[in-house]
């Protein structure tokens, strides 16, 4: 088989797999919350900044304090997902066919604990939150359950990927 890794399969690949890992960590979400009472980021208000953008609201005080808008728990949903995506894709390309082709654990895990940076240094703080939830009632819980979400997404990716290798490759 070749090496090398085309557009097509690369996208192919991030889709298939970056859906399955954020299915992944929203079921693990879904159990937190049943279990534990611990409730997931309401995706609305990543769609409701996502929206503010083109409007030139970059970042809010406290995104909980911003008015509603429409449609933003569709386009939040969806940005999820495609974050999913994008993520997956970042790491097809840095670990490439072979890990398609016979996934392992690690690289997805690392790469899963990797993507926490985007929530702490990026979402986080536009959301109105501070850098890495400081501005939080409880800044450590809040990171703490980021970076078990992003390392369950790892997780995700590593079993997404097995599943996929056996029925593609």
């Given at each position: 088989?070749?090496?090398?890794?085309?557009?097509?399969?690369?996208?192919?690949?991030?889709?298939?797999?970056?859906?399955?890992?954020?299915?992944?960590?929203?079921?693990?979400?879904?159990?937190?919350?049943?279990?534990?009472?611990?409730?997931?980021?309401?995706?609305?208000?990543?769609?409701?900044?996502?929206?503010?953008?083109?409007?030139?609201?970059?970042?809010?005080?406290?995104?909980?304090?911003?008015?509603?808008?429409?449609?933003?728990?569709l386009v939040?949903?969806?940005?999820?997902?495609?974050?999913?995506?994008?993520?997956?894709?970042i790491l097809?390309?840095?670990?490439?066919?072979?890990?398609?082709?016979?996934?392992?654990?690690?690289?997805?895990?690392?790469?899963?604990?990797?993507?926490?940076?985007?929530?702490?240094?990026?979402m986080q703080?536009?959301?109105?939150?501070?850098?890495?939830?400081?501005?939080?009632?409880?800044?450590?819980?809040?990171?703490?359950?980021?970076?078990?979400?992003?390392?369950?997404?790892?997780?995700?990716?590593?079993?997404?990927?097995?599943?996929?290798?056996?029925?593609?490759?």
């Open positions: 088989m070749n090496e090398e890794l085309l557009l097509s399969d690369i996208i192919f690949n991030a889709i298939i797999v970056g859906i399955g890992a954020t299915l992944v960590m929203d079921c693990f979400a879904l159990f937190q919350q049943r279990f534990f009472s611990i409730f997931p980021l309401n995706y609305a208000l990543v769609g409701r900044w996502l929206i503010c953008i083109p409007k030139g609201i970059f970042s809010h005080k406290n995104i909980l304090l911003t008015q509603p808008v429409h449609m933003e728990s939040g949903w969806f940005a999820h997902y495609a974050i999913g995506v994008i993520f997956a894709a097809i390309v840095f670990t490439g066919n072979k890990w398609l082709i016979e996934p392992t654990i690690t690289p997805s895990i690392v790469f899963g604990i990797l993507t926490v940076i985007f929530p702490y240094f990026l703080p536009c959301l109105g939150f501070g850098i890495a939830a400081a501005k939080t009632p409880k800044p450590n819980v809040a990171r703490i359950r980021s970076l078990i979400a992003h390392t369950v997404f790892g997780l995700g990716l590593y079993l997404s990927a097995l599943i996929n290798s056996f029925i593609i490759y």
